[in-house]
């Protein structure tokens, strides 16, 4: 390189950029016919999408399903609804729930080219567009809940007003778990309804595993002191909550303090003789 050169960047680089540049400005001017799809947590494999406008609202469909797909479908209506969205019995924009095994699922799959891979089967799931919706494609329940959770992410409001993006996605999980660990001994108490929102939120962003964390908050019948009423989990709550998860895909894996962090058990006298120090912390 002479000293008469650029010292930054190569001629032909310098020409690709500035036609990458007037491309990005053509397409500004563009009729904005396809929107960009922005979805949490991002697919493997997603396309341009066109709105659909749900003037008339959206029908949620799910034909010969069993009680998990049914049940993913009354949550996605659910959703919908809460929003603010129409949610008719059948009408012209759509939202259908179909297993990749069934004569549906794979018509709508071959209809679109896309190849079902074996990382798909567990949890992965396809949404295939047509000309008045979607369909989303799953081998097993979750695949198919996880695809709805997609969906409600679909639908877009503007001014009361709104729309399907009618998608091509093809996705399946990094990580085979994906949690949250939740320390429910310091601070205040939540409830049993709070914590079923919780599990409800974190499942729609795909997340399948929720870790509860105690010291004193975990009531045992057989040792009822440590654990205050009123601010802390029972048997029959912890059921309830196991069996509410379970809905929406996500496993309850506790984490019960047993060796440290235990001064709040540990402060009576019953059990000082079990402490390292008096009413100390650890055991």
């Given amino acids: 390189m002479t000293g008469s050169a650029s010292p930054l960047l190569p001629r032909p680089l310098r020409i690709r950029n500035s036609a990458l540049l007037s491309l990005c400005i053509a397409s500004c001017l563009l009729p904005c016919v396809y929107a960009q799809i922005a979805l949490l947590p991002a697919p493997r494999e997603s396309a341009a999408v066109k709105e659909l406008p749900l003037t008339s609202g959206v029908s949620v469909v799910c034909s010969n399903c069993d009680a998990d797909d049914a049940f ?84 877009l409001a503007n001014g009361g007003l709104f729309s399907l993006q009618t998608a091509t996605v093809r996705d399946w999980p990094a990580m085979k778990y994906r949690g949250l660990s939740d320390d429910i001994s310091r601070g205040p108490f939540p409830t049993l309804a709070f914590q079923e929102h919780q599990i409800q939120t974190l499942a729609s962003y795909k997340v399948n595993l929720y870790s509860p964390y105690f010291e004193h908050t975990l009531q045992y019948a057989n040792d009822p002191l440590g654990a205050p009423p009123g601010s802390s989990l029972t048997r029959a709550e912890s059921q309830q909550l196991a069996a509410f998860a379970a809905q929406y895909h996500v496993t309850i894996v506790p984490e019960q303090e047993a060796f440290g962090h235990l001064h709040h058990i540990l402060q009576y006298e019953k059990y000082s003789t079990l402490s390292e120090t008096p009413h100390g912390h650890v055991l």
Avoid: C
């Avoid at 799931?125 to 494609?137: E, K, L, Q």
């Fill in 72 to 155: 993913a479908a009354s949550d996605l209506s659910t959703t919908l609804l809460q929003m603010g969205v129409h949610v008719v019995n059948s009408g012209p924009a759509h939202i259908t729930l179909l297993r990749s095994d069934s004569a549906a699922g794979r018509d709508v799959l071959a209809s679109a080219h896309m190849q079902w891979t074996s990382e798909m089967h567990d949890e992965g799931y396809a949404i295939v567009p047509d000309a008045t919706g979607i369909s989303v494609v799953g081998a097993t329940p979750s695949g198919v809940f996880y695809g709805a959770q997609t969906a409600k992410q679909l639908v």
